[in-house]
């Protein structure tokens, strides 16, 4: 009893931290939409952070912060490939979540003078691509801080200006409206540190441009930023990086060899006497930065800035440094209209500046610092708070797997005249039956299996792992259209449900209740801990280069989702903040969205499903067992409705809610235990005179309603009493997957009550000719449901094969086919994976 007792409280342990987490993730998800804009509006400026994308994601600031930013900066080399390409690519997802605008700072990994105009294009036709899919608003500060020798880039202005101006060419010539962002740093200090050695390498232009009061010498005299200027027709905004080390005067620069010995407050009046370059000059500059490159000619400015702060030493509070830095950020801004776009260095690193010991430029690490800023932002009634771009979410990823088939017309043909060769061969059932009597299913009446329904199992499972291996030929055809309007997921659902109720009360009989819900929990926490391995093992694989593992942890929308056809060729990661798992230690959120299965590659996202519904089988069944069937239906039909009447209600927010809500597709599970624990008795009753006669009725009554609405729309005439377009409309208001319409559930009961009975009159012959195949496939159908991710990575992972043709696609599906009961026969890795 004790063993018993301890399995009961872990089981109990299990579902508690399940539904803890389950109502942490409950939160209600904003879907603002916005069309993206090349500035802000009229006397506004974009804000957010400019974060380290190894440690941190804009999920994170944002819920630091307790707000959402409109802008987030990246740093990634250039040019645009292998790592640096999927760096950019995932900041772009991750900032179009958000709806926020990503400055994109390129930093070239080679020499200045061997960046291509060929890097420039193919850099161009990523932003084209990103732009087009998610309509997101670039910024692009190539090789910032130019003016600087503390980059590679630095100090190079002639082959700095012609490497600027070929990407400012290529990306004009594009569509992405992306804007060119020239951003050198704050001048004090200029030329930062002995360059006389740098003026010996120089060749005689770039010896011209930098000695800009021709003395011959390179020194504080020199104009900082006019020797980078890459020209009016190359330069959409202007930049600068103005950051507070602590340290220095208002008459001198404080350089690396200067020591950091206390955390100061920022003096007054620092950040505004910066903005009129006084401030850490030795002499006196020709203007300030912002009056001769953004106002002369009308050009908005990006701001990069951001307050050391040292753990190790004293002196002021974090948040007095930090508050006194950006409150004269903030003001200052408010004072320069053109200032448009403010990013906040939002890091923890080692810097020089603080003698190579770590310093934090984070606003939002504390949550009391963090409420202070947002508190100043919000006051200064200046900063835009996101979205400001169209969002594209996880969830809208998520949903846009669920690719319709073309409606109206040809789809609806398929649905009624699969329908009609159904109903035709149910209802000749029949008479063959008494004809043929040796060919029906030995039902004797005795307790267990029932391999009807592992061979329609068998066929439900392989169906969908053709659906999901997207490759051409007989196998993929006959899948998308020969069952009518279900795919295998309701089926498999229904099915499942089903097997359960017949199977449970066995559990029962032998453990008794308690024992069997325990058991039951159990099995629903490895199915839990099972769909953790795949997610954890899909990423890990997403390292090796050889594998395509974007071709299921990212989804390509084909225009026929939810997001129509404009959203068509549009990426989503389905992966969201999985990097941030690899931190140490990772952030709450990430091993939130982890644990809640918010990710996830897209042909596993159903699995989810099961492990909810597994939950509640105990609880099901026991109301069940005593009778209240028809309760558990009516509570079952209430969420059902409730869930059509409030379709964006998520009570988990996990993957598989977008394209299986939950509240929804209960209703075929419910209803699949309840006919599965009373099959004994419906056979009986629906193999009766008045059943037969009634299962006739409703099953020739589909059919021909299908035929007349057809007939009305194929020769032109009203099919009274339907309205004269209600062909044409009924894909759309009967037939939709993922609400489970009206129409697709009569089409389930209507596919399975024809398939038992076609498999009960002619099981022997259909049985002989392929039950060897699905009946042990589908005794372990969920076994395959796993290994079918495996499948789908694997065929996108093998490069140059035409997956398009009809013969290659049927050889591929016959041998995975055959490689799935293979396994199923040798039963590998059956005591980890569930069946």
Request: charged letters at 15%.
């Amino acid at each position: 009893m004790q063993p018993l007792r301890r399995r009961a409280a872990r089981a109990v342990a299990f579902l508690v931290v399940v539904a803890t987490l389950a109502l942490g993730g409950a939160l209600p998800a904003t879907a603002a939409q916005a069309p993206a804009a090349a500035t802000p509006a009229s006397g506004k400026a974009w804000f957010g952070p400019d974060i380290d994308w190894g440690d941190d994601a804009p999920d994170g600031y944002a819920g630091r912060l307790g707000a959402t930013p409109s802008m987030y900066g990246v740093e990634v080399q250039y040019p645009l490939r292998g790592s640096a390409r999927k760096e950019f690519l995932r900041a772009t997802r991750a900032a179009a979540a958000q709806g926020a605008v990503l400055v994109v700072s390129l930093e070239p990994e080679r020499s200045l003078g061997s960046l291509t105009a060929a890097d420039a294009r193919a850099a161009n036709r990523l932003f084209d691509e990103v732009h087009q899919q998610y309509d997101t608003q670039l910024l692009v500060r190539f090789a910032p801080q130019m003016n600087g020798t503390w980059v590679r880039w630095g100090q190079q202005p002639t082959q700095y200006v012609r490497a600027f101006r070929t990407l400012a060419k290529a990306v004009h010539a594009g569509s992405s409206d992306a804007r060119m962002v020239w951003s050198p740093s704050y001048g004090a200090g200029y030329p930062f540190g002995d360059s006389a050695g740098r003026l010996r390498d120089l060749s005689a232009t770039d010896v011209a441009k930098l000695d800009t009061n021709g003395d011959g010498r390179l020194t504080a005299a020199d104009d900082p930023y006019a020797p980078y200027w890459p020209g009016d027709a190359a330069v959409d905004w202007v930049g600068l990086s103005m950051f507070s080390f602590g340290k220095g005067k208002a008459t001198q620069a404080a350089g690396r060899d200067v020591p950091l010995t206390r955390n100061d407050v920022p003096q007054a009046g620092e950040v505004e006497a910066r903005f009129d370059e006084t401030w850490g000059y030795e002499q006196r500059q020709r203007g300030d930065f912002y009056d001769r490159f953004a106002v002369t000619d009308d050009r908005p400015m990006l701001l990069d800035t951001g307050a050391l702060y040292d753990h190790t030493l004293g002196g002021d509070s974090q948040l007095a440094v930090k508050q006194g830095w950006w409150r004269q950020v903030i003001a200052a801004v408010r004072e320069r209209p053109l200032i448009q776009g403010v990013t906040f260095l939002e890091t923890n690193r080692r810097e020089p500046e603080a003698g190579g010991r770590v310093a934090d430029w984070r606003d939002t690490a504390v949550p009391g610092i963090a409420g202070s800023f947002r508190t100043d932002l919000e006051r200064a009634d200046h900063f835009v708070f996101g979205p400001v771009t169209q969002r594209v979410t996880a969830q809208d990823g998520a949903a846009a797997t669920d690719q319709q088939y073309d409606t109206g017309g040809d789809q609806m043909a398929w649905i009624v005249w699969v329908a009609v060769g159904l109903a035709v061969v149910f209802l000749l059932s029949g008479l063959f039956g008494r004809l043929l009597p040796g060919w029906r299913y030995p039902d004797d009446g005795k307790p267990g299996r029932d391999l009807r329904l592992d061979l329609f199992r068998g066929f439900i499972i392989l169906a969908v792992v053709i659906t999901h291996i997207e490759i051409g030929g007989p196998y993929s055809f006959i899948t998308l259209h020969a069952t009518g309007a279900i795919t295998g997921a309701e089926m498999f659902a229904f099915l499942s449900g089903m097997v359960l109720g017949m199977t449970y009360p066995f559990a029962i009989a032998k453990f008794g209740e308690w024992a069997a819900a325990i058991g039951a929990w159990k099995r629903a926490r490895k199915q839990y801990l099972v769909t953790l391995g795949v997610i954890l093992v899909v990423f890990a694989l997403s390292f090796l280069p050889f594998l395509n593992t974007d071709a299921i942890t990212t989804f390509t929308d084909r225009g026929t989702g939810t997001g129509g056809v404009g959203a068509e060729g549009r990426v989503y990661d389905l992966y969201p903040n999985a990097m941030q798992l690899l931190a140490y230690p990772p952030p709450w959120y990430a091993i939130r969205q982890f644990l809640l299965l918010e990710m996830g590659p897209w042909p596993f996202n159903i699995m989810g499903l099961f492990v909810v519904l597994s939950l509640f089988i105990p609880v099901f069944m026991w109301v069940i067992r005593r009778g209240f069937w028809w309760a558990l239906l009516l509570v079952s039909w209430a969420l059902y409705v409730y869930q059509a009447l409030n379709p964006d209600f998520r009570p988990l927010n996990s993957q598989f809610e977008s394209v299986f809500p939950l509240l929804t597709w209960q209703v075929v599970f419910t209803h699949g235990l309840v006919l599965g624990f009373y099959r004994r008795q419906i056979i009986r009753a629906l193999t009766g005179r008045l059943g037969k006669v009634l299962i006739g009725i409703g099953v020739g009554g589909y059919a021909l309603f299908l035929v007349y609405v057809w007939a009305g729309n194929q020769y032109g005439f009203t099919p009274v009493p339907f309205p004269a377009s209600m062909y044409d409309q009924l894909y759309n208001t009967a037939y939709q997957r993922v609400d489970l319409q009206w129409g697709r559930l009569v089409d389930i009961a209507f596919f399975a009550i024809v398939s038992y009975a076609i498999l009960t009159v002619f099981w022997k012959p259909i049985a002989g000719v392929i039950g060897w195949l699905w009946i042990p496939i589908g005794q372990a159908s969920l076994y395959v449901f796993v290994w079918q991710v495996f499948f789908a990575l694997a065929i996108a992972s093998i490069p140059g094969v035409d997956w398009n043709n009809g013969w290659v696609g049927f050889a591929t599906h016959t041998l995975l086919i055959l490689l799935a009961w293979y396994m199923v026969r040798k039963r590998f890795l059956f005591a980890v994976i569930p069946r």
